[in-house]
């Protein structure tokens, strides 16, 4: 069983930045494909960046690209997602997701996190 602990959201000005982490437990997720989902208030989960075992492919949706960096350091079992340039927008719950299998945009990966919350001000 893997369980997903995300952390480093919280509130910041449009314009600036956050990195969010994802550490996993329970065993290896170092052949796992990772991603990040968001949900708005009032909006249903969306896809937001994953990338494959060793972070050499990746994938991003649209309203993040070139903004967001998905990234994963296997030594330590974790996912990272640096976000720059914010807009207010971006604001969400932010999840971390697993899955034994690579389906980058999906939303039925095996595992999730609880969430992190990112709130953007104007």
């Known amino acids: 069983q893997v369980q997903l602990f995300e952390s480093g959201g919280g509130l910041v000005q449009a314009g600036g930045s956050l990195r969010l982490s994802c550490a996993a437990s329970?065993?290896?997720?170092?052949?796992?494909?990772m991603g990040w989902f968001r949900q708005a208030p009032g909006k249903g989960r969306e896809f937001v960046a994953a990338?494959?075992?060793?972070?050499?492919?990746?994938w991003y949706a649209d309203p993040v690209k070139d903004r967001f960096t998905i990234s994963r350091d296997n030594a330590k079992n974790t996912v990272y997602l640096q976000m720059s340039r914010l807009k207010k927008e971006d604001t969400a719950v932010y999840y971390c997701?697993?899955?034994?299998?690579?389906?980058?945009?999906?939303?039925?990966?095996?595992?999730w996190g609880q969430g992190t919350q990112v709130t953007v001000s104007s």
């Open positions: 329970g065993r290896s997720v170092s052949s796992y494909a």
């Open positions: 990338c494959n075992w060793n972070g050499g492919r990746t």
């Open positions: 997701a697993a899955n034994p299998a690579l389906i980058p945009q999906a939303g039925d990966y095996d595992y």
